[in-house]
C-alpha cells in the first residue's frame, strides 16, 4: 500500500492518471453532486436577491442584535479558509515530508472558503447596491471612505488575503497544470496550456520556481496572520461587552487554524473516498493532521479558558452580564460549542487509534467545525444580545431565509470544489513526485520504510 | 427608487448626448406648456432672474412665477404672440400652468438659493447657459463634486449635514 | 431611495393631486400659483393657532401648515392651559385627521342594523334621511328624540342645546365615563361648594395624591405635568414633596417620593387617619379648631384602625400627617382611582377634608375655587351653556338605556368620542339596546363601536378642520377661551355637526329655526363673538381670548368647619371565594378610555410603567402571580362576575398584593385596524354599578379571578424584563 | 457659527408620561412599526422612555430614563463607519447621520453602548393620507438605512437661517428640537454650550448632572440631572 | 521567432543516471555549463545532472515592490484623510493604527504581485509565442537532456554523445533552450 509500491506498478503516466482522475472521468454522480449543489446554491442566491428586494426585515435581526448570521458565517469561512494556505505555506517552508498530498486541497479550500465567505459582508448591507463607497477611487463626490474603520481594514485585509491565496494556488498548480497539458486534448490542452504559461521543467525554470514558492510561501504567512487578526479587530474594536478583548487577535487566529485544520481534514476525507486517493492520502497523513489539530485544540482551548477567566473573574458589570448569559439563554449554545471544541476533540486526538481511523477522523473534524461555528455565534450574537443598556437586551434566531445562507454556503464551497476538481489538478502531483523522486524504500528489519534522498533540505530522521 | 431614477436619468443624458442630440433639443422645444424663451427675457429685456424666480432671495425654493406675474406685463406686451395667447388663457381659465421640471436635486438634498444668492453667487454659475437658451436646459449636471469645489473655493462649510439630512 | 416631499416646497400649493401620483416620474410638473396667497412664501410653513380636542383638558396648539398640509401639533405657549406643552396624544392628533380610515362620505346601512356595512351616499340624500325623520319626529312626538353626545363646550354645545330645547326634546344626555361627579359631591359635603378646584401645583410644596393620576390622565395631564415640573425644580430652595397613595404604582405614582400602596377604595380611611394625626396632635391651626370632627367621629379613625383597614403602617400614616401638616402649603387631591369606587365621594371627601384642615383652601400653592361664571359674565345668560359640565351622566345614560328599551325614543342622534357602546359596563348592554331604537343617527369621524350601530354616520371633520370656540373644563384652566379654526381644508367631504343641525333647523322651521337663526356655525360664533366685543381676528392668531385678571375666586363657605365625610365602605361586586382578587382599572395614557386606539403612534407609544405596545396586560403583584402559578407573559383568563376577558400577565412588583389592574382602551371590535382586535374590553368586566354618593360609574367595584390560558400572540415590551431590574448597568 | 449643541435631561422633571416619544415621532417622520415588527425588537422611535425598576429596600421604584442619541464628543459609532455615513458635524459639534451615506453595515448601532440607533429593515409606508404629514424638512429614510435622533437638525438649521436672515445670534431657547418644545414638565432643556448664557451652560455645572455609562469615556453630550429625595435641597 | 533561438540537441532518459551520465558526456564536449540544462517533471537537485550558474535576483525586485506597496499604502489612506477631512470620534485627521494596517496590507499585497510578476519574468513564463525545446513525453517520466550548440559539427558530437549515454529519440531543433 505504500507510494512507492504504487509507482513501480503503473509509472509516471499512470501515477498521473490516477491523481487526476477527477479531471478524467465525469461520472453521473459528478453530475448528481454538481447539480444538487447547484441547485442549492442557486437557491440561497434567490433568497438573497429576494432579501435585497425587500429588506432585511425577512432576517432575524433586531436592536440590539444587528448582526447575526451572516456575519457569523463570515467569520466562520474567513476561519475556516485560514488553514489551507497558512498549513500549505508553513509546511512548505519547513518542507514537512508528507505534506504533498495535502497542500492542493487545502489551498484550494482557502480559496473558496474565502471567496464565499467574502460575500457575506456584502450580502449583509443594507443597500449592497452601494457597497463600491467602500472602495477607495477617485469619484465625483469628492468623498474618499474611512480609513479609521475596522470594516476598511478588513476590507483590504480580504483582498490582498484573497489575491495572495489564489496565486498562491495558482502558482503551485503550474507544473500540475504543464503536465495536464501533456495529457490532455480539446478545450481542456487549450486551458491548460494557457495556464501552465508554457512552464517546461527545464533546470533553471525549476529553480526559479522553487524560489518564487518559497517567498509565495513567506509572504503569505503574514498576510493570514493578519487577515484573521484584523477579522478579530472588527469585533475587538467596539466597544462591546465580550468583543473589547485584547487577545482576541491571537484567539482568531488561533481558532481560524483550529477549525482550519479540521476543516481540511473533512476536505481529504472527502477527496480520499470520493477520487479514490486511498495510496495517496495515508492513514499517515490523517494521523499527522490529527496531530495537528490536537495542539490546535489545546491552544484555543488554552485561549479561550485565558480570554473567559479574565472576564469572568474581573466582573465587570457589563462582562458579567453576558458571561451569565451563557449559563442561561446561551447554555445550550455554549455547551455545543465546549463539547465540541474541547470536551470531545481533545481526547478523542490522544488515542492513536482515532488519529489512525479516517472515519473518526473525519467525524472529529466535523465536531469541530459544528462547534466552531458555535464558538463564533457564540461571539456574535450574545455580546450584542446583552448590549450595555439592559432595557433593549432582546433574544436572536435566524429565519428561514439565514438558514438558507447556511445551507447554501456550505453548498456554494462544495459546488466550488468540485468544479474545481473537474477543471484543475485537485492534487499537488507534481509535489508527490518530487516526494517519490527523494525517497526510497529501505527494508529495516521486516518493515519497509521510505528513507529520503535529501538530508540537508530539512526532513531529517 | 432614486437609483432608478438615477439609472433613468443616466440612460437619457446618455442618449441625448450622444445620439439624439438634435432630437432631444426638438423635444425640449415641445416639453413645456408654453415655449417661454429665457433669452429673450434675460437677455433683450435685461430682466433679472429673481424678478421672475423671486422667492429665490428669500426661501430654500427659487420658485416659479405666478400666472398673475406674467400677466402684469403681457396684458399689453406681445399680446398677439400666440404663446402669450396661452397664458392669457390660462389666466382667464384661473389655472396654474402646469411645467415641467428641469433642473432637479435629487431628494435628500437641500439647496437653500436664498443662502447663495445673498453670498453673491450669480444664477448663471449653477444654470449655465441658461440666457441663451430658449426653452430652459439643464446644462449643469449637479454632482456633488460640482457643490463641493465650489464650498472648498470659497471656504464655506463642507459638512455633509449642510446639505443631506 | 430618500423619498422626500421636498418638491413641495418648490412647487405650489394648489394642484396637489396631480403631484401625489409623479413623485417618481421624471419630469416632474411644478404647479406653480395663479395668484399667491399674500402671506405665503415658497417652501415657508405658517403656524395657525387652535385648540386640542384629542381628550377634554382643552389645551391650546399651533399648528405647522407647509403647502397647505398640517405637519406638525404643538402646545400654544400663550395658553394658559398648557403654555406651549403638549401630551403625547394631542401630537398624535395628526394622524386622526390623515387617518386612512376616516370617514369620507355619508354611510347609510346597507346591511341589518349593527352589521356595521354601510353605503356610501351623498350628502343630499343623507340630509333628507335626517329630516325626514326629524320632520316625522316634530309632528308625532318630539319629546322622542334623543341626542347622546360626549360633554360639548362653547357654542357647540349652545346650538345642540337650543336645537333640542326648541325641537321640544328633553332627552339631551351628555356621557362622560370619566366625569367629576364624585369630586363635586365630596366638594359640597365638605366645603359646601359644589364646584371643581383648581390645584395650584406649581407652588405646592407638598403633595398628597389619592390613587390620582394626575400626570398622565384625570383633568389635565399637561397641565398638571408642568405644574409638577415646577414643584419639582424651578424654585430656587423648595423642592416640593410627592406621596402616592393608591393601589396600584401608575407612573404618577412612580414619580412620588412615597409610594404608599392601600387597599382598593381605602383612600378615604387613609385621609381621614391622616385627619385624625393632625387634629388630635392639633398640628394645624384649623385642625387645632376642629374638635367637632374629633367628636363627630374622626376619633375612631386611629392609625392603628385606618392601617387595618388600608394595609398601611400606623408610623407611615403618621409621619405623613405631620410632614404634610408641617409643609404648608400643600395640597391633598384624589383621582379616579379613589373616585371610582362605590364610595368615591367618601373617599374623594376625605382628601377634600386634608386641605380644609391643613388650610389650604384658597391660597398659593393649595386649592381654590375660581369663579367661572363671573370670569365669562360676558356671555350672558348663554354662559351656563357654553360652560363645560363636569358631570359624567351616567344615572341619565342608564336611564336612557331604560328608556330605549321601553321604546320611549323614536331617534337618537349620536355624537362625540367617548363611544358609549364601548365604554359602558358591559352588563348594562347600552348596544343591544339601542338597536331598538327605529331611527339612529351619528355623527362621527370614524366607524366606532357605537356609530356601526346606527342607520346613518354623517361624517364630522377632525378638530383640525373645524371652525369652534372651547372651554377647557374647571381644575386647571383659569378663564382662558380658546379658538378653533381650520388649519387646512377639509380633508374628507364633511360638515360640523353644528351647522348640520342649524341647517336642519332651518328645514324644521318654526320655533327650531328661530332658536338657530344663522346662516351656519362659523357665523354663529362670528356674531357671538362680535356680540361680546371679541377681536376675533387676534383670538383666532393667538388661539383664543386669555385675560391677565382673573375674578376673585369663589369662597368655600365651609372651607373653616369642614364637616366630616359620612364613612362609606368600599363594595366590591363576587365571592371572594370564587373571585380572589380585586380589580383595578384605569385609563390608559395613550388611549384613555379607548377614543386614541385608532391611532398607531399612540398604539406604539410604550405604556410609560408596563412599556407594553399595541395590546393590553394585566398587572399583578409578584406574590399574586407566584401563588396562582403565573409567570410574566403569560396569557391569562380575567374573569368577573359579569364577564372574562383575555390579557397577559405584566408582574408588576408596586401593585398592592391581591389587586390586579388593567388598563382601559383597548378591546376594540371595531374602530379600525389598529384598534380592532387587540385583546380584551375590560369595561365588559365591569358591574353597574354607581358611586353612591354621586352617582358617578363605580368602576373599582369587582373581584375577578386569573385563570392561565394559552394566547395566541404574546405581549410587546419595549423594556427588556430581565434586563428592567439592571438600572445600575447603565450608570 | 460654531455651536455646541448639548441637552440636559432632569429627571426630577420627567414624569415618563411619553410626549417626547410622540413628538419626535410627528416631527422625524418616523414610521410606525406595527406590532409584529416592534416584538421583534424594531420600533423605529428615536427617543425611548426606558423603564428601570429598582429596589430600594422593601419599595420598588420605577425610574423613566428618556433616552435619545448621546451625540456623543468621542462617538463610538462614528469611527466604525466605513463610509463616513455617520462623523462628527464640527459647525454644530453633534453626531451627524448622513442616510443618503450609509450602505447599513449597522457596525455604528453595533457599537452604540446606549443602542439609540434604529434601522430600517423595510421600506416603510405611510399609507395614504398619512403620508400627508410628513415634514417637508427631512427626508424619508429607505430600507437599509441607518437613522437616529439628530437633535432635529432641521429646527437648528431653520432656527440658524432665521438668524442669518434677521443678521443676529440664535437666541437661547430659540432653537429645541421637538422633544423639548413639547415635554410637559420641561425635563428636556436643550442649548448652545459655546454660549455662557444658555440654560444648559448653567445646568451643566449643576452638582446634579450625571451621564450615562460616563465610565466609557464616549463624552455624551446629553447629559442627565440626578433624581433628588425629600423636601428642600 | 526572439533572437535567442539557438539550435538545440535534445535526448531523452529513462533515468537520472543516464541523464547524468549524459550532461558529463556533453560538458566534457566541451560546452558551457549555463548550454546545458536538463527538462524534467520533477525538480531535479542543482548539480546532480546540471548546474545552474545564473544567480537568481528576483526577490530584490519583490522586496522593491514591497517598499512601493508600502508607500502607496501610507499615501493612500493619508490622501483620503486629507481630501476630505471630516472627524470621527475625535480621532485625528491623520490616525496612525489604520495608516499603518493599510501600510501594511498593501505592502504585502504588492509583495504577492510583484512575487507573481518577477517570477514569471524570471522564469520566463507567459511568452506563448516564444517557441521553446520541448517534449512532452517528461510527463510520463522521461528525462531531456538539451544544450545548446552550434549548428553542424558540435551539434553531430552532442547528439552522439547524448546517444552514447543511453538517450533515446535523440535530435536537433531550432528554439530556445
Given at each position: ?6 509507482l ?83 509546511l ?8 504533498a ?13 474565502l ?76 486551458l ?43 469585533f ?13 487577535a ?15 481534514i ?21 494521523d ?22 479574565t ?151 | ?11 437619457a ?5 450622444l445620439?439624439?442630440?438634435?432630437a ?21 429685456y ?5 424678478f ?16 398673475e ?97 | ?19 401625489f ?8 410638473k ?52 398648557n ?12 394622524q ?32 333628507s ?5 326629524l ?6 312626538a ?45 366638594n ?71 409610594f ?11 385621609a ?9 396632635e ?23 384602625a ?22 404648608a ?7 379616579d ?13 376625605g382628601?377634600?377634608l ?14 381654590s ?53 364601548f ?6 348592554k ?15 369621524s370614524?366607524?366606532?363601536?357605537t356609530a ?26 383659569g ?7 381650520p ?65 376673585a ?7 373653616q ?10 363594595e ?10 380585586f ?16 391611532l ?11 412599556t ?8 399583578v ?18 374573569a ?22 388593567l ?28 358611586d ?27 423594556v ?12 | ?75 463610538p ?26 450602505i ?43 437613522e ?34 413639547t ?13 455662557p ?6 445646568m ?30 | ?17 543516464e ?19 536538463t ?10 545532472v ?19 506597496g ?11 484623510y ?15 493604527p ?41 510527463h ?9 550548440v ?28
Open positions: 500500500m505504500s507510494e512507492r509500491h504504487h513501480e506498478r503503473q509509472g509516471e503516466g499512470g501515477l498521473y492518471e490516477t491523481l487526476s482522475r477527477s479531471n478524467l472521468v465525469t461520472t453521473k454522480g459528478w453530475y448528481a453532486a454538481a447539480g444538487v449543489l447547484f441547485a442549492l446554491t442557486a437557491a440561497a442566491v434567490g433568497v438573497f436577491l429576494y432579501m435585497m428586494a425587500t429588506g432585511l426585515g425577512v432576517t432575524g435581526l433586531s436592536r440590539p442584535v444587528m448582526w447575526g448570521t451572516m456575519i457569523i458565517l463570515f467569520v466562520f469561512w474567513i476561519g475556516l479558509s485560514h488553514s489551507g494556505t497558512l498549513i500549505s505555506a508553513i512548505r517552508i519547513t518542507q514537512a515530508g508528507w505534506r498530498p495535502v497542500l492542493r486541497g487545502a489551498e484550494a479550500m482557502t480559496v473558496f472558503a471567496m464565499v465567505g467574502g460575500l457575506f459582508p456584502l450580502m449583509h448591507l443594507g443597500r449592497n447596491w452601494r457597497f463600491y463607497y467602500m472602495i477607495p477611487y477617485p469619484n465625483e463626490r469628492m468623498l474618499w471612505p474611512n480609513f479609521r474603520s475596522p470594516l476598511l481594514w478588513d476590507m483590504v485585509a480580504i483582498s490582498t488575503y484573497l489575491t495572495g491565496s489564489i496565486l498562491f494556488l495558482y502558482f503551485g498548480m503550474i507544473p500540475d497544470l504543464a503536465a495536464a497539458r501533456d495529457h490532455a486534448t480539446g478545450w481542456r490542452k487549450k491548460y496550456t494557457f495556464l501552465a504559461a508554457g512552464f517546461r521543467g527545464s533546470h533553471s525554470e525549476w529553480r526559479r520556481y522553487h524560489v518564487a514558492s518559497t517567498l509565495f510561501a513567506v509572504l503569505i504567512i503574514p498576510v493570514a496572520v493578519s487577515v484573521h487578526s484584523i477579522v478579530s479587530w472588527d475587538a474594536m467596539a466597544m462591546v461587552p465580550g468583543w473589547h478583548s485584547t487577545i482576541f491571537p484567539y482568531f487566529v488561533a481558532g481560524a487554524i483550529y477549525s482550519g485544520i479540521a476543516g481540511v473533512t476536505v481529504m476525507a472527502f477527496l480520499r473516498r470520493v477520487f479514490r486517493l486511498e495510496h495517496f492520502l495515508t492513514v499517515r497523513h490523517f499527522n493532521l490529527g496531530k495537528l489539530l490536537l495542539t490546535m485544540t489545546l491552544i484555543w482551548g488554552y485561549f479561550y479558558f485565558s480570554e473567559f477567566l472576564t469572568w473573574y474581573s466582573r465587570l458589570p457589563e462582562d458579567w452580564e453576558l458571561i451569565s448569559s451563557y449559563g442561561t439563554h446561551y447554555l445550550p449554545l455554549f455547551l455545543v460549542m465546549l463539547t465540541c471544541n474541547f470536551l470531545i476533540p481533545l481526547p478523542a486526538l490522544c488515542l492513536s487509534k482515532v488519529r489512525r481511523s479516517i472515519p473518526a477522523m473525519f467525524a472529529v473534524s466535523l465536531v469541530v467545525n459544528v462547534g466552531m461555528f458555535a464558538e463564533r455565534a457564540l461571539i456574535v450574537v450574545p455580546s450584542l444580545a446583552r448590549r450595555n443598556d439592559p432595557s433593549v437586551w432582546l433574544g436572536y434566531f435566524p429565519t428561514w431565509v439565514e438558514i438558507s445562507y447556511i445551507v447554501g454556503s456550505v453548498s456554494m464551497f462544495a459546488l466550488l470544489y468540485v468544479l474545481f476538481s473537474k477543471l484543475l489538478p485537485v492534487m499537488a502531483i507534481s509535489d508527490i513526485k518530487e516526494h517519490l523522486f527523494r525517497t526510497t524504500d529501505r527494508s529495516i528489519g521486516a518493515a519497509t520504510v521510505p528513507s529520503v534522498a535529501q538530508e540537508e533540505e530539512g526532513e531529517g530522521e | 427608487m432614486l437609483r432608478r431614477r438615477r439609472q433613468a436619468a443616466l440612460v443624458s446618455l442618449l441625448a448626448l445620439l439624439l442630440g438634435g432631444a433639443a426638438a423635444s425640449a422645444l415641445t416639453s413645456q406648456p408654453i415655449r417661454y424663451n429665457h433669452n429673450v427675457h434675460v437677455v433683450a435685461k430682466m433679472d432672474c429673481r421672475c424666480h423671486s422667492s429665490a432671495m428669500k426661501t430654500a425654493s427659487a420658485g416659479i412665477p405666478s400666472v406675474k406674467c400677466m402684469i406685463c403681457h396684458r399689453v406686451i406681445a399680446v398677439d404672440h400666440p404663446e402669450i395667447k396661452k397664458i392669457a388663457q390660462y389666466w382667464k381659465e384661473k389655472k396654474p400652468i402646469p411645467w415641467n421640471r428641469v433642473t432637479e436635486l435629487p431628494d435628500y438634498t437641500y439647496f437653500p438659493h436664498f443662502r447663495m444668492v445673498n453670498a453673491g453667487i450669480a444664477c448663471l454659475t449653477c444654470h449655465p447657459g441658461m440666457d441663451k437658451v430658449d426653452v430652459a436646459v439643464q446644462e449643469q449636471e449637479f454632482t456633488m463634486g460640482f457643490c463641493l469645489k465650489c464650498h472648498k473655493a470659497r471656504g464655506v462649510s463642507i459638512e455633509c449635514w449642510s446639505c443631506h439630512i | 431611495m430618500l423619498d422626500r416631499r421636498d418638491f413641495l416646497k418648490l412647487g405650489g400649493a394648489t394642484a396637489f393631486a396631480a403631484l401620483g409623479g413623485c417618481d416620474r421624471i419630469p416632474k411644478i404647479i406653480p400659483f395663479v395668484i399667491p396667497p399674500e402671506n405665503t412664501a415658497l417652501g415657508e410653513s405658517l403656524w395657525y393657532a387652535s385648540a386640542c380636542r384629542q381628550c377634554p383638558a382643552g389645551c391650546g396648539i399651533v399648528v405647522r401648515v407647509s403647502e397647505g398640509r398640517a405637519k406638525k401639533i404643538e402646545g400654544n405657549p400663550l395658553h394658559p392651559v403654555r406651549g406643552k403638549l401630551c403625547a396624544r394631542g401630537q398624535a392628533g395628526l386622526a385627521l390623515y387617518h386612512p380610515e376616516r370617514i369620507g362620505r355619508p354611510l347609510k346601512l346597507s346591511g341589518p342594523r349593527g352589521s356595521g356595512k354601510f353605503a356610501e351616499t351623498s350628502w343630499e340624500e343623507a340630509l334621511i335626517l329630516l325626514t325623520g320632520k316625522k319626529l316634530q309632528a308625532a318630539p319629546a322622542s328624540l334623543l341626542m347622546l353626545t360626549e360633554p360639548m363646550r362653547g357654542h357647540r354645545n349652545l346650538v345642540a342645546a337650543r336645537f333640542m330645547r326648541a325641537f321640544g326634546s328633553p332627552h339631551r344626555i351628555a356621557w362622560d365615563p370619566f366625569g367629576q361627579d364624585a369630586l363635586l359631591a365630596a359640597e359635603a365638605v366645603f359646601g361648594i359644589r364646584d371643581v378646584p383648581e390645584y395650584d401645583i406649581a407652588n405646592a410644596r407638598y403633595l398628597l395624591s389619592f390613587s390620582g393620576d394626575f400626570l398622565e390622565t384625570g383633568i389635565s395631564p399637561v397641565h398638571y405635568g408642568r405644574a409638577y415640573g415646577q414643584m419639582r425644580q424651578s424654585r430656587p430652595t423648595v423642592r416640593g414633596k410627592f406621596v402616592h397613595f393608591g393601589p396600584r404604582l401608575s407612573m404618577t405614582a412612580a414619580n412620588a417620593d412615597v404608599l400602596p392601600i387597599a382598593p377604595g381605602s383612600e378615604g380611611a387613609a381621614l387617619g391622616i385627619a385624625h394625626v393632625m387634629v388630635r392639633k398640628l394645624t391651626p384649623s385642625a387645632a379648631a376642629a374638635a367637632s370632627l374629633w367628636a363627630a367621629g374622626l376619633s375612631r379613625m386611629t392609625p392603628e385606618v392601617g387595618k383597614a388600608t394595609g398601611l403602617l400606623p408610623s407611615d400614616i403618621e409621619a405623613v400627617a405631620h410632614e404634610f401638616a408641617g409643609n402649603p400643600g395640597i391633598a387631591m384624589a383621582g382611582g379613589a373616585a371610582g369606587c362605590t364610595n368615591g365621594t367618601y373617599n374623594l371627601a382628601a377634600a386634608l386641605n380644609a384642615l391643613a388650610g389650604n383652601v384658597g391660597r398659593q400653592g393649595g386649592i375655587f375660581p369663579n367661572r361664571l363671573a370670569a365669562f359674565s360676558r356671555f350672558g345668560a348663554d354662559a351656563a351653556l357654553l360652560l363645560p359640565p363636569p358631570e359624567s351622566g351616567f344615572a341619565s345614560v342608564r336611564d336612557s338605556v331604560e328608556k330605549m328599551r321601553k321604546g320611549t325614543y323614536r331617534m337618537a342622534l349620536l355624537s362625540g368620542s367617548t363611544n358609549p357602546a365604554s359602558l359596563p358591559a352588563p348594562l347600552f348596544g343591544e339596546a339601542l338597536l331598538s331604537v327605529p331611527q339612529v343617527v351619528s355623527f362621527a370614524f366607524l366606532d363601536e356601526s350601530l346606527s342607520d346613518l354616520v354623517l361624517p364630522v371633520p377632525t378638530f383640525l378642520e373645524e371652525w369652534g370656540d372651547d372651554i377647557a373644563p374647571a381644575g386647571h384652566a378663564d382662558a377661551l380658546s379658538m378653533l379654526q388649519v387646512v381644508d377639509p380633508f374628507r367631504d364633511t360638515r360640523q355637526m353644528p351647522d348640520i343641525l342649524i341647517a336642519a333647523a332651518r328645514e324644521l322651521g318654526g320655533a327650531v329655526a328661530a332658536a338657530l337663526p344663522w346662516a351656519g356655525f362659523r357665523e354663529c360664533l362670528e356674531k357671538s363673538y362680535a356680540g361680546m366685543g371679541v377681536n376675533l381676528e387676534a383670538a383666532r392668531r393667538d388661539g383664543g381670548v386669555f385675560p391677565g385678571k382673573t375674578p375666586p369663589r369662597t368655600a363657605p365651609k372651607a368647619r369642614p364637616s366630616l365625610p359620612v364613612a362609606a365602605e368600599a366590591f361586586e363576587g365571592d371572594p371565594a370564587r373571585y380572589p382578587l380589580l383595578h382599572v384605569y385609563p390608559s395614557i395613550a388611549h384613555s378610555d379607548g377614543r386614541g386606539a385608532n398607531s403612534w399612540l398604539q406604539e407609544l410604550p405604556d410609560p410603567v408596563t407594553a405596545v399595541w395590546r393590553n396586560w394585566v398587572e403583584n409578584p406574590k399574586t402571580a407566584e401563588t396562582l402559578g403565573l409567570a410574566d407573559g403569560d396569557g391569562v383568563v380575567v368577573s362576575p359579569f364577564g372574562s376577558m383575555e390579557a397577559f400577565v405584566v408582574v408588576h412588583p408596586a401593585t398592592a398584593p391581591g389587586v390586579v389592574a388598563p382601559l382602551g383597548q378591546g376594540h371590535t371595531r374602530y379600525g385596524t389598529n384598534a380592532a382586535n387587540r385583546g380584551g374590553n375590560p369595561f365588559s368586566l365591569l358591574p353597574v354599578k354607581a353612591r354618593g354621586s352617582g358617578a360609574p363605580a368602576r373599582q367595584s369587582t373581584r375577578v379571578s386569573l385563570a392561565k390560558a394559552k394566547l395566541a400572540g404574546s405581549l410587546v415590551r419595549t427588556n424584563v430581565e434586563g428592567q431590574w439592571k438600572y445600575e448597568n447603565i450608570l | 457659527m460654531k455651536h455646541k449643541w448639548a441637552m440636559v435631561i432632569d429627571m426630577d422633571r420627567c414624569t415618563g408620561c411619553g410626549a417626547c416619544v410622540v413628538a419626535c415621532v410627528a416631527e422625524n417622520n418616523t414610521p410606525t412599526a406595527g406590532e409584529e415588527e416592534a416584538g421583534k425588537g424594531r420600533l423605529m422611535q428615536w427617543l425611548r422612555v426606558s423603564r428601570f425598576w429598582k429596589k430600594e429596600g422593601e419599595d420598588t421604584r420605577a425610574i423613566f430614563v428618556p433616552t435619545p442619541c448621546m451625540h456623543c464628543e468621542k462617538a459609532c462614528e469611527i466604525v463607519c466605513p463610509v463616513y455615513a455617520t462623523y462628527h458635524d464640527e459647525d454644530d459639534q453633534v453626531n451627524a447621520m448622513v442616510y443618503n451615506r450609509c447599513g453595515t449597522r457596525y455604528c448601532a453595533n457599537n452604540c453602548p446606549y443602542s439609540v440607533r434604529v434601522f430600517n429593515w423595510w421600506n416603510h409606508q405611510w399609507e395614504k393620507p398619512l403620508d400627508e404629514q410628513l415634514n417637508p424638512d427631512l427626508s424619508v429614510r429607505s430600507r437599509g438605512v441607518m437616529k435622533c439628530t437633535y432635529c437638525i432641521q429646527r437648528i438649521r431653520r432656527g440658524k437661517e432665521t438668524a442669518l436672515k434677521e443678521g443676529r445670534k440664535i437666541r437661547d431657547g430659540e432653537v429645541v428640537p421637538a422633544c423639548a418644545q415635554c410637559p414638565p420641561g425635563a428636556i432643556l436643550f442649548g448652545d454650550l459655546l454660549d448664557d444658555s440654560a444648559v451652560s448653567r451643566v455645572k449643576d452638582p446634579r448632572l450625571f451621564k450615562l455609562m460616563e465610565h466609557l469615556g464616549t463624552e455624551p453630550k446629553t447629559a442627565y440631572l440626578k433624581k433628588q429625595k425629600g423636601p428642600g435641597r | 521567432m526572439s533572437e535567442r533561438s539557438r539550435t538545440v540537441v535534445i535526448g531523452l532518459f529513462d533515468a537520472v543516471e541523464a547524468g551520465a549524459a550532461a558529463r558526456a556533453l560538458r566534457t564536449l566541451p560546452l558551457p555549463e549555463a548550454d546545458i540544462t527538462i524534467s517533471s520533477v525538480a531535479l537537485p542543482d548539480g546532480a546540471v548546474s545552474d550558474p545564473r544567480p537568481i535576483r528576483f526577490p530584490w525586485a519583490v522586496a522593491l515592490f514591497w517598499f512601493v508600502a508607500v502607496s499604502g501610507a499615501g493612500l489612506t493619508l490622501y483620503s486629507l481630501v476630505y477631512p471630516l472627524v470621527t470620534a475625535g480621532k485625528p485627521i491623520a490616525s496612525v489604520p495608516t499603518m494596517i493599510v501600510t501594511y496590507e498593501l505592502a504585502m499585497l504588492a509583495a504577492l504581485l510583484a512575487t507573481l510578476v518577477a517570477g514569471f519574468l524570471s522564469i520566463g513564463l507567459a511568452r506563448y509565442r516564444a517557441r521553446k525545446v520541448f517534449d512532452p513525453r517528461i510520463e517520466g522521461k528525462i531531456a537532456v538539451c544544450a545548446a552550434e549548428p553542424g559539427e558540435q551539434a553531430l558530437r552532442a547528439a552522439a554523445a547524448l546517444k552514447e549515454a543511453g538517450g533515446a529519440e535523440v535530435r536537433t531543433e531550432e528554439g530556445e533552450l
